[in-house]
């Protein structure tokens, strides 16, 4: 299918689930990459503040768990047309922005590229790595400025049953899906 299609698809079967599917959905995945990847304090974890109208992966679980557990926990900001990066702490204030996303308060770009892992919202993921997003770019972006030893895991309430026919070559493939029922591996035994 096309990402237009599987875009639309995916968002529709998305805001079918209730908020209690929604959030029972999320533990399952938390829990399948807290097994999988095992987090340790000190590492560096670039994950999303959900957008609750999309009914995204409730990633405060992760992000709750991070901290306590002293894992760096930075965030993105969109200022302008640009995403930058932000580390959060227990305390950091929020405010909604324009489009009613929570981003932190403060502009201060932590200006890290090194991370353990990049958590990344999306709307569908094929059984290749590929993702179709919301359409921005900005995570194609962050994707090009990472550095090679940095995880880009992927989570979505469901499973890749599909492939994506317009796959442009600029595409930077993930290189984990964290389902609530697997977690793929794209990496080709590279591990």
Not at 60 to 78: E, G, M
Request: net charge negative.
């Amino acid at each position: 299918m096309l990402k237009a299609e599987l875009r639309k698809k995916y968002m529709q079967k998305r805001k079918a689930l209730s908020c209690d599917e929604a959030f029972l959905l999320s533990e399952k995945i938390f829990q399948n990459f807290i097994t999988y990847f095992k987090p340790q304090a000190g590492q560096k974890v670039h994950i999303f503040v959900p957008i609750e109208k999309f009914t995204e992966i409730d990633t405060s679980i992760f992000i709750d768990y991070f901290l306590v557990q002293n894992i760096h926990v930075l965030v993105p900001k969109i200022v302008g047309d640009k995403l930058i990066t932000i580390e959060i702490f227990k305390d950091t204030a929020f405010e909604a922005n324009s489009w009613g996303i929570l981003e932190p308060v403060s502009n201060e770009d932590s200006g890290e590229n090194h991370f353990h892992y990049v958590i990344t919202p999306l709307l569908y993921c094929d059984r290749k790595g590929n993702r179709v997003g919301y359409g921005k770019g900005f995570y194609d972006g962050l994707f090009q400025s990472l550095s090679s030893e940095t995880k880009k895991i992927g989570v979505n309430y469901f499973d890749p049953d599909e492939y994506i026919d317009d796959v442009w070559e600029n595409d930077i493939p993930l290189d984990y899906l964290v389902t609530a029922t697997e977690v793929l591996s794209f990496l080709s035994g590279l591990e």
